[in-house]
């Protein structure tokens, strides 16, 4: 059975610094991962979808890595805003149409 | 392209009630996913359609929920005889089919059972 574990599970850091999201998974037999971000009471946004034969995926200050064979995941960002602050999910897609998800990491980005 | 939309966006009934939420997905997605997520937990995955056909349900879907996708294009989720712990937020979100496309989701539709 696929889990998906998130840590840490809330990070607060000062504005500008970069820092890492981390995402581990128990079955290496997935078809993809994706990063999401979830502003309170809202639905999420994808932010990157990393497909299993792929090692990463960047998009401006947002950097997402992938090594199937130990099961882990990273989101890095870069130079941290006050507007990233919310939670981020990773989720993986075990490729029998279900999707499972991390419980999140909530971060918040002091000015 | 208005991405995917919800309805209604919050949701307040008394416990034995039958409540019904619509999800309208991006017009040219296959596949449409209902999910359901609790305070400080991830989304659970629920049921899942390719096109009209419901392929995969979740043991969590217990016989009072019941989705349907008539036409391959919108969705709606029933739950009969709400429980209090039906109160969640309910997800909805669709993609192309294939592990290189990302699934978008709508805004969710908040449900309180009282």
């Known amino acids: 059975k696929q889990e998906v574990t998130q840590i840490p599970a809330a990070l607060s850091v000062p504005e500008g610094e970069n820092l890492v999201l981390n995402c581990s998974f128990t079955?290496?037999?997935?078809?993809?991962l994706q990063w999401f971000r979830q502003d309170p009471g809202k639905g999420l946004t994808s932010l990157l979808l990393?497909?299993?034969?792929?090692r990463e995926q960047t998009s401006g200050r947002l950097n997402a890595s992938l090594d199937k064979s130990s099961g882990r995941s990273t989101l890095y960002i870069a130079a941290s805003q006050p507007g990233d602050s919310a939670t981020y999910l990773c989720?993986?897609?075990?490729?029998?149409?279900?999707?499972?998800f991390g419980a999140g990491t909530r971060l918040f980005v002091k000015a | 392209d208005t991405g995917v939309s919800q309805d209604p966006r919050h949701k307040i009934t008394k416990r034995g009630q039958n409540v019904t939420f619509r999800c309208d997905p991006i017009?040219?997605?296959?596949?449409l996913y209902w999910y359901r997520q609790t305070l400080g937990q991830g989304p659970e995955f629920l049921t899942y359609?390719?096109?009209?056909?419901?392929?995969?349900k979740s043991r969590l879907l217990s016989d009072r929920f019941s989705a349907e996708r008539p036409k391959g294009s919108f969705s709606t989720l029933e739950i009969q005889r709400t429980e209090q712990g039906d109160s969640a937020m309910y997800l909805c979100?669709?993609?192309?089919?294939?592990?290189?496309?990302?699934?978008?989701f709508g805004p969710g539709t908040r449900l309180t059972v009282t």
């Open positions: 979100a669709s993609s192309f089919g294939g592990a290189r496309y990302e699934q978008y």
């Open positions: 079955d290496s037999a997935i078809y993809n």
């Open positions: 990393i497909q299993s034969s792929q």
């Open positions: 989720a993986v897609d075990t490729g029998g149409f279900k999707t499972i």
């Open positions: 017009s040219e997605h296959n596949r």
């Open positions: 359609f390719q096109n009209e056909a419901q392929l995969e």
